[in-house]
């Protein structure tokens, strides 16, 4: 699990990156931590469904990224234990470079 994990980060960071966000190191263990760890608002989007879509895992990349330049620590319960509001501005900042790769892709179905 954690070789796949990892092998669709690289991939994640590396399409972070051709859109022009400087993105923090994420491990996988980090990744998976935060992926089947508890949320505030119940969602219950599994692990497996975000790593099929590069969307998603850009996404999700992202989100962590924007925490730990917060100095958030990521792990099972950094969604409960993060201030909401900060918690809701890492998700629109993930929000808006999941929508610039969408336009890059030429995906406005996804849009």
């Not at 895992?57 to 990521?74: A, F, N, Q, R």
């Not at 900042?93 to 996804?110: G, N, P, Q, S, W």
Request: with cysteine; glycine share 4%; charged share 30%.
């Amino acid at each position: 699990m954690f070789n796949e994990i990892s092998l669709r980060l690289r991939r994640a960071i590396e399409i972070a990156k051709s859109l022009g966000y400087d993105c923090e190191d994420v491990s996988s263990r980090e990744f998976y931590s935060y992926m089947t760890g508890e949320t505030v608002s119940g969602d219950r989007i599994t692990l497996e469904e975000v790593l099929r879509s590069d969307f998603l895992t850009l996404h999700e990349v992202i989100e962590i990224s924007e925490l730990k330049k917060k100095g958030i620590p990521i792990n099972e319960v950094t969604t409960v234990n993060c201030p909401l509001k900060t918690t809701y501005e890492a998700h629109m900042t993930a929000v808006e470079y999941e929508i610039k790769y969408a336009l890059k892709r030429e995906d406005l179905t996804y849009v």
